[in-house]
């Protein structure tokens, strides 16, 4: 196979949940569009890279330094949503349920991939709390393992700085992701949370 | 429940076999080596969709051949009903009437059987990890949470081992600790509900089996330090055991795993006081491991109301004096049986057809007319 077709097929494999297979259809669909569209979808790439980072309050992608969701002033202050991923924001905005702030962990506690507290966005989180206006913290970690025992240690983390902290509901089947869950079964999640 | 026909197709050295198979079952008589024992793990494999030689399906694709297949009529609940599985080295397909299924846990259990093997005095003689597998077989057969419960806690349980191997935890350490106990209180609980409900008809079966009363018992033994009535109590469990986890936490943290949790309970078998696993004769342990065995078919029999068939793999040969013809007479016609024997003893074929079983073949007489 040619040299540039085998390195397309290379780069995109390496995207969380591309295989070979999806790969190489990819780029035999890429191959036979215009050269334009080509270029719009590498300019895209490019643009999130140079213009992209991670708002300095929350965590969340931002086109500077404060996400939209930190900026609105309409959002509720009073309620910070933590969840493990900037895509999990995603799944909760479509649910509709929530009109408050949001804080994005990075990640979830996993020693078996060596990820501990200190990697995790969670100073800058109790910082958030420490500065007042936050009467409850909602945990939104993902309903497995990993996200349950992130969970457990936000509560403890946050239980001397007096704010309410609670957890979405466990209807969400045990073992999930938030990202792979229709927007009712997350709104109803939220709607049911539960004191930790 | 009761098998009609089997075919089989490549399955270990079983080739091409089609049987009609009588309503009380059949005895199937053979050298070792010969195929009978495959015959009765190929019936084993339709009911749980893993061998009970703990093999991985594709060891059973017969030498060369590439994929097996094993095809079933059964009557159940008075239904006619067929299932069968294909297998080769990259997939399997099951189907249930003709319909394909997606997973194997859809259609585990609508053919209901249990096997007794001489490899079942491991259950009794062997390491406390074989009778937790036996014990969560039973429950998991039953029940989907339980199955999915105790894969939460061995992830859990990974994840803890790992914190106290690289000795950097102790932030952390106090949300798996929790995380731990939660994920493993329900199986300590629905364990002590099993171990209860089954010690009197444990009791009782091997009673029976040895044709006296001996004392036979179980017992379940947590790795929590509860009594077994308080190991049905979730607060009871939980506080005991975040106060264990405390007092051993060096003792952890040293030896770089969790010394206390349900992956070290013991289900404990006895006699006359005695623990059979390091203190039983050979036909003391013989007759527990029987006696496991027919409790599992009586459990599944009282949860499921149907009737399982039984798979009885060179059992008599094993249970000494008569203990075999006992059991036998005990079973009478109750379940459709396969009984695989070296030689046709007069008293295991009556009643029931024998097959010659020979290098991969398996020749049924015809009937002999009734008188
Ligand atoms: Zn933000």
């Known amino acids: 196979m040619a040299g540039a077709v085998e390195q397309l097929i290379e780069e995109l494999s390496r995207l969380p949940g591309i295989g070979r297979k999806t790969a190489s259809r990819l780029t035999f669909y890429l191959l036979k569009?215009?050269?334009?569209?080509?270029?719009?979808?590498?300019?895209?790439?490019?643009?999130?890279?140079?213009?992209?980072?991670?708002?300095?309050?929350?965590?969340?992608?931002?086109?500077?330094?404060?996400?939209?969701?930190?900026?609105?002033?309409r959002r509720d202050e009073s309620v910070i949503c933590v969840v493990e991923e900037p895509s999990d924001i995603h799944v909760i905005e479509k649910s509709g349920g929530f009109r408050g702030r949001y804080h994005v962990l990075h990640g979830r506690l996993s020693p078996?991939?060596?990820?501990?507290?200190?990697?995790?966005?969670?100073?800058?989180?109790?910082e958030r709390v420490r500065q007042g206006g936050v009467e409850e913290v909602i945990l939104a970690t993902n309903p497995d393992v990993e996200g349950e025992a992130t969970a457990l240690y936000l509560r403890r983390a946050l239980a001397p700085l007096g704010v309410r902290v609670t957890r979405i509901a466990r209807g969400i089947p045990m073992g999930g992701s938030l990202e792979f869950l229709d927007e009712i079964t997350v709104g109803e999640a939220l709607a049911g949370r539960r004191e930790l | 429940m009761r098998l009609t026909e089997v075919r089989l197709e490549q399955f270990r050295n079983l080739v091409d076999v089609g049987l009609e198979v009588p309503p009380e079952g059949a005895v199937l008589v053979g050298s070792n080596g010969q195929g009978k024992t495959n015959f009765l793990e190929a019936i084993h494999y339709l009911s749980r969709f893993r061998s009970f030689r703990g093999s991985a399906h594709v060891d059973a694709v017969a030498f060369g051949a590439g994929h097996f297949r094993i095809e079933a009529g059964f009557t159940s609940d008075g239904r006619s009903r067929t299932l069968a599985v294909s297998a080769d080295r990259e997939r399997r397909r099951i189907l249930l009437d003709g319909a394909p299924i997606g997973r194997p846990s859809e259609a585990a259990g609508t053919l209901l059987a249990v096997s007794l093997r001489p490899e079942d005095l491991e259950l009794v003689t062997g390491s406390p990890s074989a009778r937790r597998e036996y014990v969560d077989e039973l429950l998991g057969l039953a029940s989907r949470p339980y199955r999915r419960a105790?894969?939460?806690?061995?992830?859990?349980?990974?994840?803890?081992?790992?914190?106290?191997?690289?000795?950097?935890?102790?932030?952390?350490?106090?949300?798996?600790?929790?995380?731990?106990?939660?994920?493993?209180?329900?199986?300590?609980?629905?364990?002590?509900h099993l171990v209860r409900r089954l010690a009197d008809r444990f009791a009782r079966t091997a009673a029976r089996v040895a044709a006296e009363d001996d004392g036979y018992a179980i017992a379940y033994r947590p790795s929590v330090p509860v009594d077994s009535a308080a190991a049905e109590r979730e607060s009871d469990v939980r506080e005991a055991w975040s106060r264990a986890l405390v007092d051993r936490y060096e003792v952890d943290r040293v030896r770089g795993w969790t010394t206390v949790g349900p992956h070290r309970d013991e289900l404990e078998i006895v006699k006359g006081g005695r623990g059979l696993e390091r203190f039983?004769?050979?036909?003391?342990?013989?007759?527990?491991?029987?006696?496991?065995?027919?409790?599992?078919?009586?459990?599944?029999?009282?949860?499921?109301?149907?009737?399982?068939?039984?798979?009885?793999?060179?059992?008599?040969?094993?249970?000494?004096?008569?203990?075999g013809e006992r059991l036998l007479e005990w079973l009478g016609d109750r379940h459709q049986r396969f009984v695989t024997s070296p030689r046709p003893l007069a008293w295991l074929t009556d009643g029931l057809a024998a097959w010659r079983v020979s290098a991969g073949r398996i020749e049924c007489p015809a009937p002999a007319a009734a008188g």
Not at chain 2, 157 to 178: P, T, Y
Not at chain 2, 179 to 187: A, D, H, N, Q, R
């Open chain 1, 33 to 73: 569009q215009p050269r334009e569209s080509a270029s719009r979808l590498s300019d895209a790439i490019l643009q999130v890279k140079d213009r992209i980072s991670f708002c300095e309050t929350c965590g969340n992608i931002a086109e500077g330094r404060t996400c939209t969701y930190c900026l609105d002033p």
């Open chain 1, 112 to 126: 078996l991939d060596g990820v501990g507290p200190e990697a995790l966005n969670v100073d800058r989180l109790a």
């Open chain 2, 150 to 192: 105790l894969a939460e806690y061995d992830r859990v349980l990974r994840q803890r081992n790992e914190l106290l191997r690289s000795g950097r935890g102790a932030a952390q350490l106090e949300a798996w600790d929790e995380s731990l106990i939660s994920s493993g209180v329900p199986i300590v609980i629905s364990r002590a």
């Open chain 2, 280 to 323: 039983g004769s050979q036909g003391e342990c013989r007759t527990a491991a029987v006696a496991l065995r027919l409790m599992e078919a009586e459990l599944l029999e009282a949860d499921t109301g149907r009737r399982p068939i039984l798979l009885l793999d060179d059992v008599f040969s094993e249970l000494d004096g008569g203990r």
